[in-house]
C-alpha cells in the first residue's frame, strides 16, 4: 500500500510489516475459493460476501473516501479488515485487471486465536492497519478528518508514559527499545512490536509504572476509545494482551520484592 502522494519513510516501513503480517497469517489459513480476477470495477466488494477480506496477488487497487483517492494497494495487501475497525468505509476500485484470493474473515481470526504469538501478531496488525488509514485520511482529507493515532519520536532517555498519569492511550513499540521502570527500579524491557499502555486502560487506573526510552525510538500511539472499541470487536486480543500483562505484574513484583528484601532497614 502506498499514498497517491509522496509518503514517509515511516508510512513505507509500516506499509512493509503490514505485508509481513498478512503474508504470515494468510499462509496459515485455507483461501475461501480459487483466485479470481476483476477486470475493471467501481466498488470491489460490491458482489462480494460481507465476511470476507480479498488479499491482492496481482494488479492495483485504488481506495477512495468522499470520491477522494486516499492510497493504493498493490500485491500482498489485504483488503477488507477495515470495516471490523471502526473506521469510515470508503470504496476499493480498480481500472484494470486485479487478481484477488478471499478469505473467511472468522477464518482468519480464528488462526490468530491459535497461540499467544499469533495474538500478538493479530492484535499488531489491526493496530498498525487503524495507524496507516488514519495517517492517510489525514494527509488526504486534511481538515476534514482529525486522526486519533499517530506516530511519536522519543530520544533515549525520554519518557514515554509516566508513573502516576492518567491513561489516555495504548502504544506501539515500531522501533528501537524501552525500559518500564516502577519507582525508580527497572522492572522489564519493551521491544519492537510489542503493545504497552493496555493495562491502564483497562483497569482504568493510574499508570502503575513509567515507560523510559533506552535508545532512539518511535512508537504508534493509539486513543483508547480507539482501542476500547478494537477490542469489542475483536475481543480475541484480550487473551494475548491479558497474559503478556499477567506476566508483567509478576515479574515487576518479583523485582519489586527483591529490591525491598536487599535494602536494610532504616
Known sequence: MHLPTKQSDLMSELAAKLRSLTEL???????ADEPFVVADSNDIFADI???RALLIT???VDYYLHN???MHFEAGDLLGLPRSLNLPQGQFSCKGPVTLVAYERDALVTQANSDLKSQRN???LLLCNISYYEQSFTQELRAEFQPSAGFLHFSASETIIN???IADRVYTLLEGSADAICDGVKVGEIHPNEIFGALAVFTRQPRMASVIASSDCTVLAVRKEEFITLIEHQPQICLGLIEEMAAKINQLNNQLLQVKTATPNK
Open 163 to 165: 508513573q502516576g498519569d
Open 49 to 51: 460476501a460481507p465476511t
Open 68 to 70: 477522494k483517492l486516499i
Open 122 to 124: 493479530w492484535a499488531y
Open 58 to 60: 496481482e494488479g492495483q
Open 25 to 31: 497469517l494468510c499462509a496459515q489459513v485455507e483461501p
